[in-house]
């Protein structure tokens, strides 16, 4: 009976996970498919063009090549303040850096409008700076950042960094060799994660670029949404091709990065594990010969004893 009520479990799981795919799925490939035939309205039956995809590549290119350079840029600016922010949080893990994590959560808590219209009432007289890409970059910062420190914190506390450090200090390395040489090879993997994140999210990122925006800071996101209320909806569904051409090569090769980088952890952690049972006989024998010499000089040291007592 156990069995069977296991079987049919696993074969309703399996219908669950396969239909919650066709759900998510379906309304990708019909925007696909929107973007790639002449009239939506027809459907495939009016043939199929590419038509769409160049008129957006004409009219919005732009926004694709500035929502790529922001988001590297917001990855750039994550690494730099998120990495040591972790590894200080890691090393302290007291009442005042947990205050400190919950802050930086805060971004993300809060809706996206509320925090661009915080960022707008504090640098918004600044008008160099309001009509700047520099403005959106510093609103997906806030947003991503937290990201970038969650992922790397749990790798930190996961391999106990305070013992690895204290074990480099011993050899004599200083603050910023145990950072480059023992931290950052150890939380690779979380910066890969963080990385996967903060690029995805600054990139799909709308709600609080809608509010950052202007007519010459459009991303894409915000060019999709324009081109599904202002243009046919043939152009709103090639515009969502070309993001999708834009975003699934960059998961594709960070996650075989993340992939890459698990492997080789892999390979190096084997010899490691097989070094003490090699070990192991040669432990056994010199144990038996220091338990041999030791019972050699003792008898040795009673004969003496002997000897000096019968004198």
Known sequence: MAPSRRSAQ???QLALTLALCVFMVIPVVLSVLAGLTNNIFVGLSSGL?????????SLYRGTIF???GIALACLACTLVLGVPAAYYMALRRNRVTRIIEELLMLPVALPGLATALGLILLYGGWQSLRTSW?????GHVLFTLPFMVRSV??????IDIRTLEDA????GATRLQRFFTVVLPNCRQGILAGALMVVTLSV???NLTWMLHTPTTQTLPVGLADSYASMRLEIGSAYTIVFFVMIIPLLVVMQAMSAAGARARRHIAEPAISEPTTAAPMTGSTSAATN????????ATTKQNAETRHA
């Not at 041999?292 to 008898?299: V, Y």
């Open 204 to 206: 799909g990122e709308f």
């Open 10 to 12: 696993y074969w309703l």
């Open 134 to 138: 520099v403005f959106i970059l510093i």
């Open 292 to 299: 041999a010499a030791t019972n050699a000089t003792t008898g």
């Open 66 to 68: 500035l929502s790529l």
């Open 49 to 57: 063009t590419t038509r769409w995809l160049v008129e957006v590549w």
């Open 153 to 158: 914190l749990a790798i930190l506390s996961a």
């Open 168 to 171: 480099a200090a011993s050899l």
